[in-house]
């Protein structure tokens, strides 16, 4: 006995659908995102609100990086949420971990002379990186979490669009490129 037209309709648009969110799915996961930020942490990149960045999934992993990239990641401290963070040190690098941590706000006064904020580096190992916001006073960072291993970088963030500005006021919904200025 063959299937009514109406029940055939439902099934056919049932699986046209699960097939376009597959597709949804694949390029979410392995080619772009566009994606909400939030926080300071990325001041002047990124505005603290109704930022939205676009990020390629071929820089995932850590494929192709360089020392000055924006990147999104999965935060190591918490998996459920997700950082953006400019790329500050490299495998083998060396980095001087934080100049300001002579302060009592970080260490105690006999660590203070111990650890003057200049002497504590780091080597980045080799699969990870070391990632800075580019707001350092108010940025949780590779500072307080330690080094990122590549394997939680999802994507490298090449735009954004403030969503917050009128449709076409400094180009099509504030969009701007998001360059490596790193020094």
Avoid at 119 to 134: M, R
């Amino acid at each position: 006995m063959p299937l009514p037209e109406s029940l055939k309709f439902i099934v056919s648009t049932l699986s046209w659908t699960l097939r376009a969110g597959c597709v949804a799915h694949l390029l979410h996961e392995y080619v772009y995102e566009f994606t909400e930020t939030r926080g300071e942490s990325m001041l002047p990149t990124l505005q603290r609100n109704h930022d939205y960045v676009h990020a390629f999934k071929s820089y995932r992993l850590g494929r192709g990086l360089e020392m000055g990239d924006c990147i999104v990641a999965v935060k190591p401290s918490d998996p459920d949420h997700r950082v953006c963070k400019r790329i500050t040190g490299m495998p083998g690098d060396v980095i001087l971990i934080d100049p300001s941590s002579s302060s009592e706000l970080t260490n105690n006064a006999t660590e203070i002379v111990q650890h003057d904020g200049f002497n504590k580096y780091i080597v980045v190992p080799d699969g990870h990186v070391w990632c800075t916001g580019d707001n350092l006073c108010h940025s949780l960072d590779s500072r307080s979490y330690s080094v990122l291993p590549m394997g939680l970088i999802t994507g490298k963030i090449v735009a954004a669009n403030s969503m917050d500005k009128k449709f076409f006021t400094g180009g099509f919904w504030g969009f701007r490129w998001i360059t490596n200025t790193f020094n």
